[in-house]
T-cell receptor, first 110, second 115 residues
Framework: RKEVEQDPGPFNVPEGATVAFNCTYS??????FFWYRQDCRKEPKLLMS???SGNEDGRFTAQLNRASQYISLLIRDSKLSDSATYLC???????????FGKGITLSVRP | GAGVSQSPRYKVAKRGQDVALRCDPI?????LFWYQQALGQGPEFLTY????????KSGLPSDRFFAERPEGSVSTLKIQRTQQEDSAVYLC?????????????FGDGTRLSIL
């Protein structure tokens, strides 16, 4: 079993749609959680950190459930510019490395 | 300020050749990471430096892979006797030295193709 598993994709949605991505992680010692965004042929960029209380940044909402070892990302009112690959990322502080999921590709169509 | 800089941006080599990939982290960032990203996959950890010390090299796939950061700033990832399966994007990331974790900032990567 991979350490971080994401929903298979791709997602193809119309502008304005709400889309949700899910992710599970296997290491219960994981302490930090993130969503990164990666555009085609570009480097991953931090989209947002994920906290147990849930957090929101504009149209983006991230949730963490430590008991279920589950992370989610909700994108509301999707825009064409949201088209990208979204990577679920966890970190175990004791060794600092980031562990990435495979990523899920979102295409938003006009 | 300047971000993480990697060079070359693209590298094509024949199987069996040695290659060297360079990473210049954000100024003042103590931690430096190398990742390998195969097509259609998420990045996979290779190795981690804190200053000049290589604290974790558990992700290096074979002894053909070697990384160094002799002065605690610029790092070089060297791959000897390259194989076709080494073809991937090699990403470098850096983060500050705070005891509390700070997100890693990635460079554009080096796209390596082995013929």
């Amino acid at each position: 079993r991979k350490e971080v598993e994401q929903d298979p994709g791709p997602f193809n949605v119309p502008e304005g749609a709400t889309v949700a991505f899910n992710c599970t992680y296997s290491n219960s010692a994981s302490q930090s959680f993130f969503w990164y965004r990666q555009d085609c042929r570009k480097e991953p960029k931090l989209l947002m950190s994920v906290y147990s209380s849930g957090n929101e940044d504009g149209r983006f909402t991230a949730q963490l459930n430590r008991a279920s070892q589950y992370i989610s990302l909700l994108i509301r009112d999707s825009k064409l510019s949201d088209s990208a690959t979204y990577l679920c990322v966890v970190n175990v502080l004791s060794n600092s490395k980031l562990t990435f999921g495979k990523g899920i590709t979102l295409s938003v169509r006009p | 300020g300047a971000g993480v800089s990697q060079s070359p941006r693209y590298k094509v080599a024949k199987r069996g050749q040695d290659v060297a990939l360079r990473c210049d982290p954000i100024s003042g960032h103590v931690s430096l990471f190398w990742y390998q990203q195969a097509l259609g996959q998420g990045p996979e950890f290779l190795t981690y430096f804190q200053n000049e010390a290589q604290l974790d090299k558990s992700g290096l796939p074979s002894d053909r892979f070697f990384a160094e950061r002799p002065e605690g700033s610029v790092s070089t990832l060297k791959i000897q006797r390259t194989q076709q399966e080494d073809s991937a994007v090699y990403l470098c990331a850096s983060s500050p030295s705070d005891p509390e974790f700070r997100p890693q900032h990635f460079g554009d990567g080096t796209r390596l193709s082995i013929l």
